[in-house]
């Protein structure tokens, strides 16, 4: 499909009441830009606000990273290290063809010709995800982004950084703003004393933020209820259907409740309800785990170790360490094997920081998809639109997301830059 004409939805009035399922950061970012247009919106939670994936987030803003997750340098891991419960990918073994069928799916995708493409349609929301954070605090969600005024990528040798800055050169050649230098191990632990000799080489990377996503996720709700939404919690949506030219909310409790349209942003179930309206790609929970430490010297933004691929961010006093991506069934516990491998992982590099005495762990199901691009749009109905699959990237994405998608809803024309994230392609 062309990029030049923005593609056009079936026409449909435009909505007065839409309904909003699952109260994460894409959700309820979509929440408050629809009402920015004067909708009138129904936010439906299954558990408790900001309780799925967004809870545990590194928190990063960092559009110079946002990329496709298939690239060659997955497959480079190879089986070994992904069978391994101390590698940072791990795939436990289990008779799932649905999980077979997405890996099949994303191997195919880990070329460097279809990471382009993915990276190509990733640039346009990467310009303006920042800005998108700058108006729903000019509109009144009071939680703060952070500048980063240091972020590191942090290696043990010069030569282990070749990847990543090969990485940030293709992300620039694709359009993307991307400003960074390469430091010497000496020089990183100047800037951040919390880094042990054994870091030898880093990237400083400029222009990033973060944020704490518990606090802005409280703070984006009650912005949404303060415009007039009712959110409900604790509330699961078991089904959609169109009933004289509405669609109809099937909730578990047995209520049934009528609206204009419906979005669907239930990060890793999401086929279970836009699978029935022509969603076909799969959404594959991609968990990743974090906790809390404390550290005698808090760095001064977030640090980054892609080889452990551990990401480690300053948040309310304590020192947040996320990392992992382990294909396991969403719902399924929280493994204790996955945080003693990223505790080991990250332990010969950091210093005056207890790892033992950790608090708020936590494993989350990021939504995936195997080519890597998350499904931003109308379905086969022009009344039910989803947003989700964003993989690592919906807490950077949310708001820009919220921002498209509500426009598509209330004008019914796709906008430019959601064409290559069709939920039908």
Known sequence: MSRQQPA???????????AVIGAGMVGLSTAWFLQEAGVQVTVYERDRVGSGA????????????????????????????????????????????????????????STARRWRRGMAAYVPLNQRSLEAFDVLAAGGVTARTHTAETFLACFARERDARGLLTELEQIRDAGQDVSYRTILGWR?????????????????????????????????????????????????????????GTVVVACEDGGQHQHDAVVVATGASLGDLAGRFGVRQPVQAGRGYSFSVPVEHMPGGPLYFPKQRVACTPLNGRLRV????????????????RVTAIVEAVRPLLTGVNLDDRREEWVGSRPCTPDGLPLIGATGCPQVFVAGGHGMWGIALGPVTGQLLAQAIVKGETPTELLPFDPLR
Request: proline share 11%.
């Open 188 to 244: 990183a632990r100047a800037i951040e004393p919390v880094l042990t000799p054994q870091v030898g080489a880093a990237i400083q990377i400029h222009r990033q933020r973060y944020l704490n996503p518990p606090e802005f996720i409280d703070s984006l709700a009650l912005a949404v209820r303060s415009r007039g939404a009712e959110v409900v919690e604790q509330v699961k949506v078991t089904g959609l259907h169109r009933s004289a």
């Open 54 to 109: 967004s809870w545990g987030n590194a928190g990063w803003l960092t559009p110079t990273l946002t990329a496709p997750l298939p690239e060659p340098a997955v497959l480079r891991y190879g089986l070994r290290a992904v069978l391994s419960p101390r590698s940072p990918v791990y795939l436990p073994l289990r008779a799932d063809r649905d999980l077979w069928r997405f890996l099949a799916s994303f191997v195919s995708h």
């Open 8 to 18: 056009s939805v079936p026409a449909v009035r435009s909505p007065r009441h839409v």
């Open 322 to 337: 996320a990392g992992m991506m382990e294909f396991r069934r969403h719902g399924d516990p929280l493994d204790p094997r």
